[in-house]
């Protein structure tokens, strides 16, 4: 399975064309959507164009993402919310949570973060593709290059779960790949200069990602 991920398109027109271009060079068989689809406003708009992509939309809220984003979600028919979802597609399960609460230096998924995660735990298993907004701490997010500003609880989780993915984005300078164990964690954010990231994905393989350059600017 090939899967292009993106995450902060923050209802920008070019940023949705951009994924409309690479869709014909790259044929994705899957589109999944880390969060900040939109930027508070126009929501129905941009989720519309999201159903119109040719392949299955798998997407989570962001900060940028009011509550009836996930409502909208479900109604149309190409996309889904991955928010306490376990979907799976070419063998492959996709879950995740919903949402993003930033603070100075520090970001956390929802107020009861621990909570949450704990009721994620029962729905992954080592195959699975996990979708959050922010990132782990330490892993990809760095604001200003200096102050890490992801997830703790979220860094906790991945160490001991060991998912084979975790997307995200948020933190929009650091898009690229690393590991947390045997986890591949993609930050996806589309920037001006990252177009999001290909990752290659069979069920029974280890996961391979690239971050698209963007070459529009």
């Given at each position: 399975?090939?899967?292009?991920a993106v995450a902060d398109i923050h209802g920008n027109p070019k940023?949705?064309?951009?994924?409309?271009?690479?869709?014909?060079?790259?044929?994705?068989?899957?589109?999944?959507?880390?969060?900040?689809?939109?930027?508070?406003?126009?929501?129905?708009?941009?989720?519309?164009?999201?159903?119109?992509?040719?392949?299955?939309?798998?997407?989570?809220?962001?900060?940028?993402?009011?509550?009836?984003?996930?409502?909208?979600?479900?109604?149309?028919?190409?996309?889904?919310?991955?928010?306490?979802?376990?979907?799976?597609?070419?063998?492959?399960?996709?879950?995740?949570?919903?949402?993003?609460?930033?603070?100075?230096?520090?970001?956390?998924?929802?107020?009861?973060?621990?909570?949450?995660?704990?009721?994620?735990?029962?729905?992954?298993?080592?195959?699975?593709?996990?979708?959050?907004?922010?990132?782990?701490?330490?892993?990809?997010?760095?604001?200003?290059?200096?102050?890490?500003?992801?997830?703790?609880?979220?860094?906790?989780?991945?160490?001991?779960?060991?998912?084979?993915?975790?997307?995200?984005g948020h933190i929009h300078e650091r898009a690229g790949f690393t590991?947390?164990?045997?986890?591949?964690?993609?930050?996806?954010?589309?920037?001006?200069?990252?177009?999001?990231?290909?990752?290659?994905?069979?069920?029974?393989?280890?996961?391979?990602?690239?971050?698209?350059?963007?070459?529009?600017?």
């Amino acid at each position: 399975m090939i899967i292009y991920a993106v995450a902060d398109i923050h209802g920008n027109p070019k940023r949705i064309s951009l994924i409309n271009d690479n869709f014909k060079k790259l044929n994705p068989d899957i589109l999944v959507v880390a969060g900040d689809i939109t930027n508070y406003t126009k929501a129905a708009s941009v989720i519309t164009q999201l159903s119109d992509m040719p392949v299955p939309v798998l997407a989570v809220r962001g900060n940028a993402d009011l509550p009836k984003v996930e409502n909208l979600l479900d109604k149309y028919p190409n996309t889904d919310s991955l928010h306490f979802k376990q979907i799976s597609l070419n063998g492959i399960c996709f879950t995740g949570i919903s949402g993003t609460i930033p603070v100075p230096f520090s970001s956390r998924i929802c107020l009861r973060e621990k909570r949450a995660l704990n009721k994620l735990e029962s729905l992954i298993k080592d195959s699975s593709v996990l979708v959050f907004h922010t990132p782990p701490r330490w892993t990809r997010d760095e604001v200003m290059g200096k102050f890490s500003a992801g997830s703790r609880n979220l860094y906790k989780f991945v160490r001991k779960n060991q998912p084979n993915v975790l997307i995200c984005g948020h933190i929009h300078e650091r898009a690229g790949f690393t590991s947390i164990g045997k986890t591949l964690v993609v930050n996806c954010s589309i920037s001006k200069t990252c177009a999001g990231a290909i990752i290659d994905y069979h069920k029974g393989g280890k996961p391979k990602a690239k971050i698209i350059k963007r070459t529009d600017m």
